[in-house]
């Protein structure tokens, strides 16, 4: 399949909106944990993503708050700093199935400095697009042009380690691992 090298903010602004609308499973105890392992780890291709409290001071940083992944029918939040999801999420990385993201590496190594694992079928999906001629690789504008849509840019920058997730940030990280999956499976057609 053909896809255009670039769009334009007029081309992306005729788009339609989209966001995700399925299932988002939050994982925020280890009995959810549990309940989920299984259902994550049948998955073949998932959408990957983490967020990361924002730092607004020269040398401050912080560690990635959740890891998204997008399956066929749910999108799992995994919430970092309320259960210890390190045996799963090294499983993950560590399985043959596909991990889809955007700007995968910088995520890789940001969570091998929570706990080890040696990834496996990593696949940075900009990275992908280019090989195939796309020159604008961020997901939103590889969504405008592999999948005629428009993401909203929504709550990038807010406190993805708080005690309470909005229903807005929920939507915006669900979206990011769902879109990631979407465009892989689209590129790989």
Not at 8 to 32: C, D, T
Not at 38 to 66: C, H, M, N, Q
Not at 68 to 86: F, K, N, P, T, Y
Request: charged letters at 25%.
């Amino acid at each position: 399949m053909q896809f255009a090298v670039s769009i334009s903010h007029e081309e992306m602004a005729r788009l339609p909106i989209r966001r995700y609308e399925g299932e988002v499973r939050l994982i925020e105890s280890p009995e959810a944990l549990e309940r989920e392992a299984a259902a994550i780890a049948r998955e073949r291709v998932l959408g990957f993503d983490t967020e990361t409290r924002p730092a607004f001071r020269k040398g401050e940083s912080y560690p990635p708050a959740l890891v998204q992944l997008a399956g066929e029918a749910a999108v799992w939040i995994l919430r970092l700093q309320l259960v210890d999801c390190s045996v799963l999420v090294r499983q993950v990385m560590e399985s043959d199935s596909i991990k889809a993201g955007i700007g995968v590496a910088d995520d890789v190594r940001q969570l091998k400095k929570l706990f080890a694992f040696e990834e496996v079928s990593v696949l940075d999906v900009g990275a992908a697009a280019k090989r195939v001629g796309v020159e604008q690789t961020g997901l939103r504008n590889l969504a405008g042009i592999v999948l005629g849509i428009r993401i909203p840019k929504g709550k990038r920058t807010s406190n993805w380690a708080a005690a309470r997730l909005t229903r807005q940030q929920i939507g915006y990280a669900a979206l990011d691992a769902w879109a990631a999956r979407a465009l892989y499976l689209a590129l790989a057609a």
